[in-house]
């Protein structure tokens, strides 16, 4: 019964998902404020029936109702309660159903904190986040319905893959979506501008803060992931370049572009149409990494399975939206161009740089992405692209990007006084140059071109963006010399500040060691030594392991007890890796157990880590500056 | 042209290499091979550079050919299943090591286990092209003269070896 009510839910949501759409549209064309005011109404509806779905699907994975064909799937009688919960987005028609339900509650949120919209701009935004329901909703329900019934009903369900059967990947999901659909505002709101032919300061005001949400929410996801990919799969290695990684971070790159390019439509009026384009694509690119994803076009780690007729359901909807909005950015953007200059040293000119280094770094990972696909179109020749390749293209862009981060913050807008420039930038400058050079020769004893580089740029980025906190603390009237926003501001980038520091050292300095071990020998890896003291069996809820206890000392000093298990999941019957690590804030230790070997002994991979903390800490510092940034007054007006 | 046209067109232009790539499921790609002989290689083994593993070494008997490297996210997935199979000794599995790094690739094996009877390292990746690799990894199914029956693209796992490969050996033997 809860399936279907489950089922039946989703299609008033789809029902209600029209009226959001076509009324209010219709009104907003119209001028009929009676049919704007649907726009609410529905959408809380549309909203509420999801919810009510997505909690019926949840009830079936707790009651373990093995009647229903995902639950079957993905679950086990003895499967933990906090995993039955988070296998409901495990696979593909969860996790659409997820999509769903955050494109209703963003949607929703927009309805609830509208600030000072005008009562057009409100109807729009709605209506067309309203269409793009109708496409997600018919998807579901059309070639995906989670609800589909198993008869006759297994006894035991196959159990939720062990790779995710883990906090970290419960949770990146809901946050990595999160950042994904809230780029729909964005693209809602360009739709509306386009729509109206009204794209003011106020607009870009608007806009913002809906923007910013959604990508540091992407942010944090991104994070996760890879702290997940970190030390669940048992490689070390944080980011792998796989097309479903590029997927997420392809509008996160592009999302980052225009939240520096909302922020010169706001202040000065300028990059309208750029801003327009760049929202659009952020999320067509969301929707192309759904399709990558979800098609199976591409082979990938984390690919969900394939499904040709899925596969065509998404393009045709990707081609639709994507489509529909450049055909309407074609058609009215010119009306919004901005045709003023700037002045060459403005901070105009910085964040265009911004905005072209970024697109740039976009293209080059959608090109590596897509590579594969398109050589074997062209001439059937087959190609692969490793990461050896991304490494370097991506490089490119981004080290002048860095580098130029720290001189955009400090420029005026409009006109920059150079003066001001050298003498702000001074003691920044020689700081990146000295510590850059200092830091890896005096902690790791060696130093190269690029890790000059690396460091440099960091603390560069870092210095750079503690200036103008630092300088309104000492001015003594704190918050008040500082906007929420320009701390937000620099916040963000001293993340990323961090994270570059983090992702040069861990380059540079990581060591990883693949040896034998028996027990009660003792490994020296970067200068510490690794005891094997025992090797245990442990019991989990649903799997059987080996543990291997394993003891670190720096001589005579004791450092940590590092415990990594070789998990025996007992329906899927696959061996999993489950590293040990013991974190402290400059570096990892990390443990993880493999194979028995002939001999009696045991091959074990310890790697030291320095500094991988480093770039979790740098993203969470991000999504920081981003939530600082949000609560700035301005976008607080209520109507008047 | 007008320069706001410029995204729409190529838009446009991406869609139809989408569909085509749709219809060109990786895992469905067709060897050229099939029903020809396997392509002619000579490759120093990975364990012993000294020794040789080549296109001899693939006749007289029904064997398998994996294309994996370390690189490639999906061969540490279809790792575990490889050794699972290989412990049942039903087919040997040969493998080509494709434009991979040496110490990398024995850390690999020493710390997933070594399912292969000989894993021809293919550094410069020639071999893989001859093979026509898609990309890793990809399994061939040898029958005992050396000629190619099948291939499969993506890793592998115990659900598509049943449904895929057993009745193909199966057919084979008889």
Known sequence: MIPEIGHFALILALALAACQAVLPLLGAHRDDAALMSVARYATFGHFLFVAISFVCLTIAFLSDDFSVLYVANHSQLALPTQYKISAVWSAHEGSLLMWILLLAGWTAAVAQFRSDMPDKLVARVIGVLGLLSIGFLLFALLTSNPFDRLIPAAMDGGDLNPLLQDPGLAIHPPLLYVGYVGFSVAFAFAIAAMLSGDLDENWARWTRPWTVVAWLFLTMGIALGSWWAYYELGWGGWWFWDPVENASFMPWLMGTALIHSLAVTERRGLFKSWTLLLAISTFSLSLLGTFLVRSGIIVSVHAFATDPTRGFFILAFLAVVVIGALALYAWRAPALDSTAGFNAASRETFLLLNNVLLVVATTLVLLGTLAPLIVEMLNGGKISIGPPWFEVAFLIPMIPLVFLMGFGMHTAWRKQNEGVWFKVLKIPAIAAIVIGVVLPLLFYGRVSLMLVVGCTAAVWVVATALVQPYRSWRRKDGAAGITRSALGMSIAHLGMGLFVLGATIVSAFGIESDRAMRIGETLEVADLQFQLRELREVQGPNYTAIEAVVEVRDGAEFIATVRPQKRQYLVQKNWMTEAGIHPTWNKDLFIALGDQLGDGSWSVRIQYKPMIRFLWIGAFVMALGGMVSVSDRRYRKSKK | ?174
């Open chain 2, 1 to 174: 042209m007008n320069r706001f046209l410029l995204p729409l067109v190529a838009v446009v232009i991406m869609i139809p290499i989408m569909i085509l790539g749709l219809q060109s499921d990786p895992s469905k790609l067709p060897s050229q091979y099939i029903g020809k002989p396997a392509p002619e290689f000579s490759l120093p083994t990975l364990m012993d550079p000294s020794k040789t593993f080549s296109t001899a070494d693939l006749k007289g008997q029904i064997s398998l050919v994996n294309i994996w490297a370390t690189w490639c996210g999906g061969c540490r997935t279809e790792h575990g299943f490889l050794m699972e199979l290989a412990r049942t000794n039903t087919i040997p599995i040969y493998a080509i090591d494709w434009r991979d790094k040496r110490p990398e690739a024995l850390n690999f094996m020493n710390q997933l286990g070594n399912p292969y009877v000989a894993s021809g390292f293919d550094e410069d990746g020639r071999v893989g092209i001859d093979w026509g690799a898609y990309g890793a990894p990809e399994t061939f199914l040898i029958d005992a003269d050396g000629i190619v029956v099948y291939r499969f693209t993506g890793p592998l796992n115990r659900a598509l070896w049943e449904q895929e490969f057993v009745p193909r050996i199966a057919e084979l033997q008889e």
